[in-house]
């Protein structure tokens, strides 16, 4: 009975090893991927920190004047630029004209009205 008894504290002893080694081993699995992701969330803040850097120095406001001077002719707004809403129509230029499609009407009207602008 005593042999017996030593013999199932000693594999209890093997299986409570076995099983603290196993249970070390994953922890120290889970510690390397927190690591692991700990750093990649350390390189995209800096990555963010960088990309708001960029996107200061593009939306300087000298650099956009420049480029809206450059590639697309504007200027600073004027005075003599404003009009009063009642002066609005005859500033804007005349609408194109537009005649309904004399053929039988389809099922799109979009098609119709870009079939006549043609």
Do not use: C
């Amino acid at each position: 009975m005593l042999r017996l008894l030593n013999v199932m504290l000693v594999l209890g002893v093997l299986g409570s090893g076995f099983a603290l080694y196993t249970l070390e081993h994953r922890t120290r699995s889970v510690e390397r991927e927190v690591a692991r992701v700990e750093a990649a969330i350390e390189s995209e803040y800096e990555f963010i920190g960088l990309l708001n850097a960029e996107w200061s120095l593009l939306t300087r406001p000298q650099r956009l004047q420049q480029l809206a001077k450059h590639h697309l002719g504007l200027g600073p707004v004027w005075p003599d630029q404003l009009v009063e809403l009642s002066e609005l129509r005859a500033k804007l230029p005349a609408a194109p004209a537009y005649e309904p499609d004399k053929t039988p009407a389809s099922d799109d009207p979009m098609a119709d009205l870009l079939r006549m602008m043609q």
